[in-house]
């Protein structure tokens, strides 16, 4: 008989933990609070304008060929991507510096900001290289369950040139003193949620993915990959309810037998049966709203001392003329990263005057905007549990950001505002549950990392999964990809226990 399962959440974790397991066979059934398929992802449609309302950045290309090659698809089945050159621009308070996708253009920037800095960035791509292939390829695909998993003898030989328990921070300094390049050297780890010293340095990883994967673009935004991934799933037989809210998981001598929802349309309650749950919602909603205290895994006193990733307050411009000084993406370091970084990790404040990233999509594509006009998304990274998300506060930093822009950039910029809409904290609670109002789930530190993350299986309900950005490997797209399938494995091998045990004791 074809086992159900449940998967809670289509952002790109529940999608994926769908597709794999509908391509085992499996009957999956997929639960989404919102109105359609993505999550995080979603895309906001106004006045001509459309806007990727969360991810923006495509790296790790190899990541996502790999994941649709295991459907027998390839990704130009379903969008064409463009390799962004430069691939991004960085505005400092006194100069702008363009990130060259060639590499040899790229070792004469960082010679022309300090000399023979372009040879030590081989040397630093070479380790960077190695780590990578070993963290993409093999680390983030072991499930946490148990440290035998990490009991490899080439893992284990290779473990100090992981460099997991030296950070970033140090480790960029080995090869580089100018500030600026320190800054743009530990930047990719941002999209990690933690400060780059309280980053390992495998993760320099990241730089390898940046400078030597690219930085692309999917012809009309990232929702095409969330659309891509929607339809593997519906043609494996998928079947998706949109507009339910889950309000439990019904737990019998533990083993989760149900859920109940209640549809955010007509207010109906729906029951669906399963033989096992997974859930790519945000992991502490699921555990402290979803489950009875007994079956809960972690505590709150854990969860409040987890270290999270930012929130941040986000801004979708429409503007009606063409800007002439912007890229596509754009890092505006015009003020102190250290400042802002303790802010959000440490004293947990409003920033002062923070750095702020600006991702303008029509630069490259005419389809995200009317003719003539510019599409601009703004994110603001800011500290979680900032429960003060007013309308005050967020034009307070529209200003802020605003007067900034159209100095660096030489333009007025707040006049020709024709779109505005804004997303933060508050926002990502309502939306996502997300926890503390995070953005990016649960900081890559060293003491969150792989067995020491929240598990992707239930301690106390036998047959409930998780998977997504507060579990293994981590946050970002390509990861949560991987996420979905290393939990679809995990889901196998339970349900191959069980039907062994069941012949057996029959």
Known sequence: MQQKVIVIGSGFAGLSAATFLAKAGYKVSVIEKNSVPGGRAKQLKQDGFVFDMGPSWYWMPDVFERY???????????????????????????????????????????????????NKLQKFLDEAEYKYKVGIHQLVHKPGQSLREFLDIKLLKGIFKLDVFNSITRHV????????LKELMEFPVLFLGALPKKTPALYSLMNYAD?????WYPEKGMYSIVEAMYSVAKELGVEFYFNEDVQEIIVENGVARSIKSINTQSNKELFLDADVIVSGADYHHVESKLLQQQWRSY????????????SCILFYIGLNKKL??????????DTSFEVHGKEIYETKEWPTNPLFYVNAASVTDTTVAPEGCENLMILIPVATELNNDTDAIREHYFEMVMERMEKLLGEP???NIIYKSSFANSDFVTEYHSFKGNAYGLANTLWQTAILKPSCKSKKVANLFYAGQLTVPGPGVPPSLISGEVVAKEVIKYSEVNAYSAEFNS
């Open 413 to 415: 910029i707040k006049n």
């Open 211 to 215: 400078i030597v994967g690219g930085t």
């Open 324 to 333: 002439k000084n912007i890229l596509h993406h754009n890092l505006f370091f």
């Open 173 to 180: 300094a080995k090869y580089f003193k100018h500030p600026k």
């Open 299 to 310: 505590s709150e006193k854990y969860w409040n001392t987890r270290v999270m990733a930012p």
């Open 68 to 118: 649709f090659s295991l459907f027998g698809k390839k990704v130009s089945d379903y969008y064409q991507l463009k390799r962004l050159n430069p691939s991004y621009r960085i505005y400092y308070s006194d100069s702008t510096l363009d990130i060259p996708a060639d590499y040899n253009e790229l070792k004469n920037t960082f010679n022309s900001i300090e000399p023979e800095s372009g």
